[in-house]
């Protein structure tokens, strides 16, 4: 027998940080909606852009920590409700500013008050909410430590092994 055939894959921390990163996805976004604030996407790049004064597509992904892509369709919902401005910048055709409206901060706003609500009903108590903050920056910065290894390594690999 392998190590898959004898793990239960229910009890490994891969699961659980799984379905707890969904079920609070699921959660924060069903909550936004019911209370017709919009999702929790978009409550992600309104944080990051009301942070300052206005932000490339690029700047935003990078901050998220995803695609362009996914941010342009972000942006594109957000601009057409109303909660962002696009602003082209001189001399660059391509590249758009995003900031904040004034309904966008409103939004924000109410998003944050009905979420905290939920986060304290969640955790119970301030200990265990700053506890548990705590223990996710360390697993943030151990993953990113580990991710910028893996690319340090990865172009020395490739020469190694195109000089064998």
């Given at each position: ?162 000089k064998e």
């Amino acid at each position: 027998m392998t190590k898959v055939d004898n793990t239960d894959f229910n009890q490994t921390y891969l699961h659980k940080l799984h379905i707890l990163t969904n079920s609070l996805d699921r959660l924060f976004d069903q909550t936004l909606r019911m209370h017709d604030c919009p999702g929790l996407s978009q409550l992600m790049l309104m944080l990051v852009v009301a942070k300052q004064s206005s932000l490339s597509s690029a700047d935003i992904a990078k901050s998220l920590d995803i695609s362009r892509a996914a941010v342009s369709r972000q942006i594109d919902i957000a601009n057409e409700e109303g909660r962002v401005e696009l602003k082209s910048v001189k001399g660059d055709k391509r590249t758009q500013l995003v900031s904040l409206t004034h309904k966008g901060r409103e939004s924000a706003e109410k998003s944050i008050s009905i979420l905290e609500r939920y986060v304290f009903n969640i955790f119970n108590h301030q200990d265990t909410q700053t506890s548990l903050m705590n223990h996710i920056d360390t697993l943030t910065q151990n993953t990113r430590k580990v991710l910028q290894e893996q690319v340090l390594k990865r172009p020395a690999q490739k020469l190694l092994s195109e000089k064998e």
